[in-house]
């Protein structure tokens, strides 16, 4: 069992930044793999970030060289550095850990990015 709890999101004017957080508690240290994934209304799930354990990173075509997803091990969480944001990066994120081929996931945090 994994618990996961994001933090971060907001308003935010275009060209500006956020940083999300992604707490994560319980069997942290059976994690395969963790991610961003984000909803806008009417559209598709989609990754936006991805590491495995090993530390090897894939981001989707839309956010390379403006987000990061980062780990700090000694406070179990997550991050997604988001810089130079834009209106169509506006959805609600959500923090994703796979173990043993079970996804858990977080509420969620709304990021909205007006122009």
């Known amino acids: 069992q994994v618990q996961l709890v994001e933090s971060g999101g907001g308003l935010v004017q275009a060209g500006g930044s956020l940083r999300l957080s992604c707490a994560a508690s319980?069997?942290?240290?059976?994690?395969?793999?963790v991610g961003w994934y984000r909803q806008a209304p009417g559209k598709q799930r989609e990754l936006v970030a991805g590491?495995?354990?090993?530390?090897?990173?894939n981001y989707a075509d839309s956010v390379k060289g403006r987000f990061t997803i980062s780990r700090d091990n000694a406070k179990n969480t997550v991050y997604l550095q988001m810089n130079s944001l834009k209106p169509e990066d506006t959805a609600v994120y959500r923090c994703n850990a796979l173990l043993n081929a079970y996804n858990y996931w977080g509420q969620g945090t709304q990021v909205t990015v007006s122009s």
């Open positions: 319980g069997s942290i240290f059976r994690i395969n793999a």
């Open positions: 590491m495995t354990i090993s530390g090897t990173t």
